[in-house]
């Protein structure tokens, strides 16, 4: 029953509907951080902005390319979100980590 | 039951529907073994993505140690990255075109998609390398500072990927012209389209944290 279920032909899976929705979106989300830096923006605002874009960019990647995502692929799913929790250990805590030693690095005023 | 239910589900979506000719007993068992290959695929793709991680979180730490040298913001050319970007970005569309192709079973438009990934993937490699050059000619190689050598550790990884993408799928044309379209080809364009939407999203992750925010500097 499952099985049958798993062969039916008029699924919208991986069709080409999803590649182009998703190739305009990553498009849009491709120009739009580029425009803002080409256009001078600076500052933390903005850096925070084009992390945002480039957030939004990759689950946009994940869903429409990948197509992950669906009830139906959660092993994927789960190794995906243990790779993600990995990675923000080590990228945050990376960045954790070398910020602190660096501000206790900072060459000590005069008394 | 349960645990058949859960593998065959689990990678459903990325397989090609069967050809009619497959018997069902033949299938299911192409189908289960499949399923192990393309999960086993995806679950190398994550540990590739650890590597990554390790890169990216080395140049966070030492992005902005220029030692004197070039800053990111002097060696970037944005309107160059966009180009290199929109190259790799079409060709992840253009892939996605060679599954779709690949599920109605037309084999002329999975070569012709193939070879336009290809020659995408072919000029983002190219417009890379040329700025690799440019900037070695200019004095800013990897043994100038912490940063640059931050940065061709983490793009020129990032490029060897593609290259090795680039040989597989060389490998997947000829294939795809020679071999009929039984239940071992799909699983093989399925892992390498795997492979070259995860170089997509990498390269996200640079343009942003490399080339936006060291511009913006």
């Known amino acids: ?111 | 039951m349960t645990s058949e239910l859960l593998t065959v589900e689990t990678v459903r979506p990325w397989i090609p529907p069967p050809s009619p000719q497959i018997m069902p007993a033949e299938q299911s068992e192409h189908r289960s073994g499949a399923v192990t290959t393309v999960l086993g695929f995806w679950v190398y793709l994550m540990s590739d993505c650890l590597l990554f991680a390790a890169l990216f979180a080395t140049y966070s730490v030492l992005g902005r140690e220029f030692a004197g040298g070039p800053t990111s913001k002097e060696l970037f050319d944005l309107p160059y990255v966009l180009a290199e970007t929109l190259c790799l970005l079409a060709s992840s569309f253009t892939y996605g075109m060679v599954m779709v192709a690949l599920k109605a079973g037309d084999r002329g438009r999975v070569l012709g998609f193939l070879l336009l990934t290809f020659v995408l993937g072919l000029g983002f490699i190219g417009l890379e390398v040329k700025e690799f050059v440019r900037m070695i000619g200019e004095g800013a190689g990897p043994d100038r500072s912490a940063f640059l050598s931050a940065f061709f550790t983490l793009v020129g990884t990032h490029g060897l990927h593609v290259t090795g993408g680039l040989v597989w799928m060389a490998v997947m044309l000829v294939q795809a012209s020679l071999r009929r379209f039984d239940a071992v080809l799909p699983i093989r364009l399925t892992c390498l389209s795997l492979f070259w939407h995860f170089l997509d999203i990498i390269w996200i992750g640079v343009f942003t944290v490399v080339y936006l925010a060291g511009a913006m500097s």
């Open chain 1, 1 to 111: 029953m499952n099985v049958s279920a798993t062969i039916r032909p008029a699924e919208p899976r991986g069709g080409l509907q999803s590649y182009v929705t998703g190739a305009l979106l990553a498009l849009a989300l491709t120009l739009a951080p580029f425009a803002l830096v080409m256009s001078g923006a600076s500052g933390t605002n903005a850096v925070a902005g084009i992390f945002g874009l480039a957030v939004i960019q990759i689950v946009v990647h994940m869903v429409f390319f990948l197509h992950l995502g669906r009830s139906d692929q959660r092993w994927n799913l789960t190794a995906f979100v243990f790779t993600v929790l990995i990675v923000g250990i080590l990228v945050g805590g990376s960045y954790w980590v070398m910020y602190h030693l660096d501000h206790n690095m900072m060459p000590m005023t005069m008394e």
